[in-house]
């Protein structure tokens, strides 16, 4: 079965820093999709980056970005810039890609980060 | 466009008793999920229906979990009867399908339940 943990309960970062939230995961697998989500204390989980793990180029979206290390299954997000906005729990999560998967998504525990002004 | 509609957005009730919530996905959209999210845990996966059938319920709680989704629109889970650890926020989320540029999950804002 697959997992995923994030080792790091919770990050603080100053405001228009620079902030790397850790994400590793266990699979057998080797066609899947790594998520990052965010979810702010209104509670509706929003879609921050996805990385294909067939593609060894690492996926950007403006100031986030990701560190894919397929061989030691590791999975970070670089958050730059960082604003006060961006103060959320982060969730890394990851779902199969076989033929017949079901596009379940298997989540971390989150990391909580705090956005110092 | 109209996102993911779930209420109640906050329920409290008693042990044993019973309770539902309500979600109504993104117009168009085949694949329905409920994720249970305890707190300081992440969502699992309770079922998920592509259109009215269900495609994966291996963590649905059965004994006391239902599900289901007439018409292949909306979506009711309902608990009955509740325990302590049930005491979850419950979010739904949709997609076209699950494959594919239309596998992307849009989730709703999530049903705080309490159970003293």
């Known amino acids: 079965a697959q997992t995923v943990t994030q080792s790091q309960p919770e990050m603080s970062v100053q405001e228009a820093e620079t902030v790397t939230l850790s994400c590793t995961y266990d699979t057998s697998e080797s066609d899947y999709y790594l998520f990052w989500y965010k979810q702010p204390p209104s509670r509706q989980m929003i879609l921050v980056i996805r990385?294909?793990?067939?593609?060894?180029q690492n996926a950007t979206e403006n100031r986030f970005s990701v560190n894919f290390q397929k061989a030691a299954k590791s999975f970070s997000l670089k958050i730059s810039d960082s604003q006060l906005g961006d103060a959320a729990m982060y969730f890394c999560a990851y779902r199969s890609d076989y033929g017949g998967a079901t596009n379940k998504l298997i989540f971390g525990t989150g990391t909580l980060l705090a956005v110092q002004p | 466009e109209a996102g993911v509609a779930q209420s109640p957005r906050y329920k409290i009730i008693e042990k044993r008793q019973s309770v539902a919530f309500w979600c109504n996905p993104i117009?168009?959209?085949?694949?329905l999920y409920w994720y249970q999210q305890i707190l300081g845990q992440g969502p699992k996966l309770l079922i998920q229906f592509q259109n009215n059938g269900v495609v994966d319920d291996s963590q649905l709680p059965k004994d006391r979990f239902s599900a289901e989704r007439l018409k292949g629109v909306d979506s009711t889970l309902k608990i009955q009867p509740a325990k302590l650890e049930d005491s979850a926020v419950y979010l739904c989320a949709s997609s076209l399908g699950f494959s594919g540029t239309g596998s992307k999950q849009y989730f709703g804002p999530g049903t705080r339940l309490t159970v003293t």
């Open positions: 117009s168009g959209h085949a694949t």
């Open positions: 990385q294909e793990a067939y593609k060894q």
